[in-house]
């Protein structure tokens, strides 16, 4: 997902190659294609952020616990989902498409039992709405819901539609073990937190994930423990704010913060690489930056979104820093970890920016020095502060154009980048054959860059290799092992 690709972004469903459908053994396992066996498959979509993804390896491992088997194939699924992003309205937009393209589906399979359902922060935004809007949807889960689903399956089943959108305080998910679904067996998420307390004005997030609330730091441990024994070699912790990761040993009443937990996921193994997202810059510490200066294992890498480069517009979007606290917060990674990299969101066009303020924006991508950046215009939520307090006031070409400068001066910020790196030696791990040719791998470095390099014979998907960089495009460093 976080793909060295500065226009790439996280909340845009990805093209079909890319997309979270699952990628299942039906081929090489006769019993699962034959529904007369009574074995029922299901076909799971999603779209939007890392999270939504990791939500639906929990939905599978909820499914199969219950006889259902999953399917890349939408053509032989009895139950479709669709897991849901409302993050922007287009991306709303793009899950009604899909709707439509199943009830295509629906309606050549006439005869068969196909149902449909919706999770994800559109179920939880629209709630009642949606079945009301879609008609062939039969059922509706909000992320905290999704313990219900088999029971919502069985009075879909017998033709009564189905709604769970409540949101829980304490909901972690943390007894069920995902599914891992299209994985390269390499890099797997991990779900440390959920949900979001800080209310940025613009942000949907609040209102259909609900309250922060931390997972068992020993069930993490235990599931990066499992997925190293399985010959993963790199994890990514998720949260909508990993920084305020808090939880309470019930038995010795210890404290673990986050940058305790990223010593106790460093420690699973020094051959387990960690990465970590998303930090606030309200709340990432010094005490994590040591903690990722100390182990080698943890990347140097920092996902930060800024959002804006003004101050004024920072306070409209309740981000509750400031320009001169995000650049401290920058100054400080470069001081403690030198050859950190450091990516962000950026928004454009929020509410009365003035093209003063944007350029402050400019500004501020030049100071932290990004490699990389999550680029988006303002797109008003329903029900956001921001869209109760402050009108959305600045025309769609001036926000798409203010966009393309962010965008420009990204792409020639990365390709700088690059280029030093061009005569530097990495620790790459290999995560698969590059996308061009089968002659060549694919991997990352710690600083998140991906590097394109010969294939040598006896290594594989999951090894690490030293590689040497000889020319770079804007994207991907290529080079050779040595
Ligand atoms: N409009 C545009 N971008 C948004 N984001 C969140 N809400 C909105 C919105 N209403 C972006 C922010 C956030 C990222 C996940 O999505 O940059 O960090
Ligand atoms: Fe949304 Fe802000 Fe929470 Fe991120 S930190 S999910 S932008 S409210």
């Known amino acids: ?57 929990i939905v599978a491992s909820i499914l199969g616990d219950v006889g259902f088997q999953p399917t890349r194939d939408v053509e032989i699924a009895d139950l479709i989902l669709i897991n849901t992003c409302s993050i922007r309205d287009k991306a709303e937009k793009n899950v009604r498409q899909r709707l439509r393209v199943f009830n295509q589906v629906k309606k050549r399979r006439k005869g068969a039992q196909v149902l449909v359902g919706v999770l994800g922060c559109m179920a939880e935004r629209l709630k009642e709405k949606l079945m009301e809007q879609e008609k062939l949807v039969d059922m509706v889960l909000g992320p905290d819901a999704y313990r219900d689903l088999p029971k919502l399956v069985a009075k879909a089943t017998e033709g009564q539609k189905g709604i769970n959108v409540l949101l829980s305080r304490e909901e972690t998910y943390a007894d069920i073990s995902p599914m891992r679904l299209d994985s390269n067996g390499v890099v797997a998420y991990i779900s440390i937190m959920r949900g979001c307390d800080n209310m940025c004005s613009f942000c949907v997030v609040p209102f259909t994930r609900g309250r922060e609330r931390s997972r068992n730091a020993f069930s993490i441990i235990a599931e990066a423990t499992d997925l190293y024994q399985r010959g993963y070699r790199e994890v990514t912790l998720l949260g909508q704010n990993v920084d ?119 500004s501020i991508m030049r100071e932290s020095g990004y490699t990389m950046s999550y680029m988006f215009y303002y797109s008003e939520r329903p029900g956001t502060l ?71 014979e006896n290594l594989k998907a999951g090894d690490y290799v030293e590689v040497k960089i000889n020319s770079v495009t804007r994207a991907t460093l290529l080079g050779e092992i040595v």
Not at 442 to 449: E, S
């Open 1 to 57: 997902m976080y793909d060295n690709n500065p226009t790439l972004d996280p909340h845009k469903p990805l093209d079909e190659s890319q997309q979270g459908t699952v990628y299942y053994k039906t081929s090489d396992d006769p019993s699962a294609v034959d529904p007369e066996k009574g074995i029922r498959h299901f076909y799971i979509e999603s779209y939007g952020c890392a999270m939504n993804f990791s939500d639906s390896e």
């Open 244 to 362: 305020s990761y808090k939880w309470e040993n019930p038995d010795s009443k210890e404290l673990v913060n986050f940058a305790n937990l990223l010593e106790m996921v460093a420690l699973v193994h020094p051959d387990l690489r960690v990465r970590f997202s998303t930090s606030h810059p309200k709340d990432i510490t010094d005490e994590v930056l040591y903690t990722i200066k100390k182990y080698e294992n943890i990347c140097n890498y920092i996902h930060l979104p800024v959002q804006s480069g003004n101050s004024r517009i920072l306070k409209l979007m309740n981000r509750t820093y400031d320009r001169e606290w995000y650049l401290e917060r920058v100054r400080a990674i470069y001081r403690i970890i030198p050859d950190c990299t450091i990516s962000a969101d950026i928004i454009t066009g929020f509410c009365s920016e003035t093209e003063e303020e944007h350029q402050d924006t400019l």
């Open 386 to 456: 921001a869209a109760r307090k402050y009108p959305d006031d600045i025309p769609l070409e001036v926000k798409k154009r203010r966009l393309q400068d962010v965008v420009d001066l990204q792409m020639e910020m990365s390709h700088t980048h690059n280029q030093t790196d061009i005569g530097k030696t990495f620790k790459v791990l290999i995560e698969g054959d590059s996308k061009k040719s089968d002659q060549q791998f694919k991997g990352r470095t710690g600083q998140n860059k991906m590097v394109i390099f010969d294939k040598k």
